[in-house]
């Protein structure tokens, strides 16, 4: 049973330049979240998508959008990239909005580093 | 601005020791709260997850909540080398981890001393 993969693992990229991170869920999980991890710090909520909706958003600028699909994987979009966007951006899958106890299940994440 | 509060550490604990882990959050709409571990260079791992006061109990590792306190604990008994880690407290509104975003603290970095 496949978990939360996540690609490309490793990415870098100029200032200014646009970056798509990709997430394909773990299987019966139709719910994806994204998380950014500085260096140092706990993750930070960036966005949830639900049934190809965005249905919940943290306090993060219109730089940073996504986009989920039929089939529940999910991409994450940076535009005008920053010295300041570099982390580790982690995909979370969990089986529905509203399920009491699921957990999130996390991918192994993309290194992300803005020069 | 919903904040979770974590001592950093490092926390340097001998093994087989008991490990304790604290944190307090902001938020007194929170309803759901949860431990994860984090290995270096890893994605973080659900240990627990609380949702009413009291202690939970899960082989090794034990879960504390005081909404009151608005703090939440993690104890780990028998401490081993393999749970040197960093610990991530977090926090939602929600009544399930999947169904809101959840609030990250830090984390503690934890050493178990062989």
């Known amino acids: 049973d496949a978990g939360v993969t996540q690609s490309p693992t490793h990415l870098i990229k100029t200032r200014g330049q646009q970056v798509t991170l990709r997430c394909s869920p773990k299987?019966?999980?139709?719910?994806v979240s994204w998380y950014q991890q500085a260096l140092g710090q706990g993750p930070q909520f960036i966005f949830q998508?639900?049934?190809?909706?965005?249905?919940q958003r943290g306090n993060f600028p219109d730089r940073f959008s996504g986009h989920q699909f039929p089939n529940y994987s999910s991409e994450l979009n940076v535009n005008a990239l920053l010295l300041g966007d570099s982390a580790l951006y982690l995909c979370?899958?969990?089986?529905?909005?509203?399920?009491?106890?699921?957990?999130?299940?996390f991918g192994n994440g993309t290194r992300l580093t803005v020069t | 601005q919903k904040e979770v509060e974590q001592n950093s550490g490092p926390l340097s604990v001998p093994e087989g020791a008991i490990a304790s882990l604290n944190c307090t959050y902001s938020?007194?709409?929170?309803?759901?709260f949860f431990w994860y571990r984090q290995y270096s260079g890893k994605s973080p791992e659900l240990i627990m997850s609380?949702?009413?006061?009291g202690d939970k109990e899960d082989g090794r590792f034990t879960a504390q909540l005081n909404k009151a306190s608005q703090y939440v604990s993690l104890l780990i008994r028998d401490s081993q080398p393999s749970d040197s880690a960093t610990y991530l407290c977090?926090?939602?509104?929600?009544?399930?981890?999947?169904?809101?975003?959840?609030?990250f603290g830090k984390g503690t970095h934890l050493i178990i001393q062989p």
């Open positions: 299987s019966g999980h139709d719910t």
């Open positions: 609380i949702y009413s006061n």
């Open positions: 998508y639900y049934e190809e909706e965005e249905r």
């Open positions: 938020d007194r709409g929170s309803q759901s």
């Open positions: 977090a926090s939602s509104s929600g009544a399930g981890g999947g169904a809101d975003g959840l609030t």
């Open positions: 979370a899958s969990s089986p529905g909005t509203g399920f009491y106890n699921s957990p999130l299940h």
